[in-house]
Nanobody, 121 residues
Framework: VQLQASGGGLVQAGGSLRLSCAATGNVFSSHVMAWFRQAPGKEREFVAAIRWGGERTYYTDSIKGRFTIARDTAKKGVTLQMNSLTPDDTAIYYC???????????????WGQGTQVTVSS
């Protein structure tokens, strides 16, 4: 399985970006796809997740109401619509896939290469 993330870039505070993640291989209803991020000097943190079957979503508190994760069935992956971005959202964003929901990065065994999101003030 390979995950390919794209869509990062430089945006001003208050702006929006849409990240996309494409996956190879088969995807099953038991899979969970998620986004993690790592800001400079900080630990990697959970951002959002979605169950492939059922489409239930999960978000970390800091991005609730601003970010939306969704399935992209054509790419067997996910998107992350990010609105009202702030400089605190600056990080490398990673697309991941696992066999169940986890808020810990160790719960995911497939990782994409990451895409940089930079929000200027």
């Amino acid at each position: 399985v390979q995950l390919q993330a794209s869509g990062g870039g430089l945006v001003q505070a208050g702006g929006s970006l849409r990240l996309s993640c494409a996956a190879t291989g088969n995807v099953f209803s038991s899979h969970v796809m998620a986004w993690f991020r790592q800001a400079p000097g900080k630990e990697r943190e959970f951002v959002a997740a979605i169950r492939w079957g059922g489409e239930r979503t999960y978000y970390t508190d800091s991005i609730k109401g601003r970010f939306t994760i969704a399935r992209d069935t054509a790419k067997k992956g996910v998107t992350l619509q990010m609105n009202s971005l702030t400089p605190d959202d600056t990080a490398i964003y990673y697309c991941v896939r696992g066999n169940g929901l986890s808020y810990d990065q160790r719960g995911y065994n497939h990782w994409g290469q990451g895409t940089q999101v930079t929000v200027s003030s």
